[in-house]
């Protein structure tokens, strides 16, 4: 079993910056594909970044690109997502989730077995 626990979302600014933290508990995290997906109110959950086992590779969505940074501490069990130059259509809530013993990118939201219960990050313009 895998939990997650999600942090850092807030309030912010067009234009600012937030770094969301998602802690992990279990053996299996540094085993473990990792991605951030995403809610805004009324639209379906939508993919945002993903990265593997190691770190060593990173995929995200086009319209995050180049302003958002995924990454992971395996020591610390924590994955990452730096937001900067926030848009006020990156409103949503965001959750993070994992694929136990997986070596490779995940960007499919069913190929994700185990969830936080997310963070609310909201732009104002």
């Known amino acids: 079993q895998v939990q997650l626990v999600e942090s850092g979302g807030g309030l912010v600014q067009a234009g600012g910056s937030l770094r969301l933290s998602c802690a992990a508990s279990?053996?299996?995290?540094?085993?473990?594909?990792m991605g951030w997906f995403r809610q805004a109110p009324g639209k379906e959950r939508e993919f945002v970044a993903a990265?593997?086992?190691?770190?060593?590779?990173?995929y995200y969505a086009d319209s995050v690109k180049g302003r958002f940074t995924i990454s992971r501490d395996n020591a610390k069990n924590t994955v990452y997502l730096q937001m900067n130059s926030l848009k006020p259509e990156d409103t949503a809530v965001y959750y993070c989730?994992?694929?136990?013993?997986?070596?490779?990118?995940?960007?499919?939201?069913?190929?994700?077995?185990?969830w936080g219960q997310g963070t609310q990050v909201t732009v104002s313009s």
């Open positions: 990265i593997n086992w190691s770190g060593g590779s990173t």
């Open positions: 279990g053996r299996t995290f540094s085993s473990s594909a």
């Open positions: 989730a994992a694929r136990s013993k997986s070596i490779g990118i995940v960007i499919l939201e069913d190929e994700y077995n185990y």
